[in-house]
């Protein structure tokens, strides 16, 4: 059993950034690869960011790449999403999840565990 709490998020005018971290309970995190998500109002859940298990491959959706990084610190159980030069249409609730698996995937229905959620609202 895995359990995620988000934070880090907020409201951030146009071209700022913010950094969410997620934390994980669990002796077993390091074996998770992890992943962020996102859904904003109205709009179906969406893949933003990866990473395997090791931190060694990253996935990023093609509208956040050079602008997003997704890291991870397995001593701190922690999964992080750097977010720079934030735009409007980036404004969404942002999730993390869990994969019981090396290697991440893009699909929120194969991710095991999720967090709540953190808003990020960037303001035009």
């Known amino acids: 059993q895995v359990q995620l709490v988000e934070s880090g998020g907020g409201l951030v005018p146009a071209g700022g950034s913010l950094r969410l971290s997620c934390a994980a309970s669990?002796?077993?995190?390091?074996?998770?690869?992890m992943g962020w998500f996102r859904q904003a109002p109205g709009k179906e859940r969406e893949f933003v960011a990866a990473i395997s298990w090791s931190g060694g491959m990253t996935y990023y959706t093609r509208s956040v790449k050079g602008r997003f990084t997704i890291s991870r610190d397995n001593a701190k159980n922690t999964v992080y999403l750097q977010m720079n030069s934030l735009k409007p249409e980036d404004t969404a609730v942002y999730s993390c999840a869990a994969r019981a698996r090396v290697v991440p995937t893009t699909s929120p229905n194969e991710y095991d565990y999720w967090g709540q959620g953190t808003q990020v609202t960037v303001s035009s």
């Open positions: 669990g002796r077993t995190f390091s074996s998770y690869a």
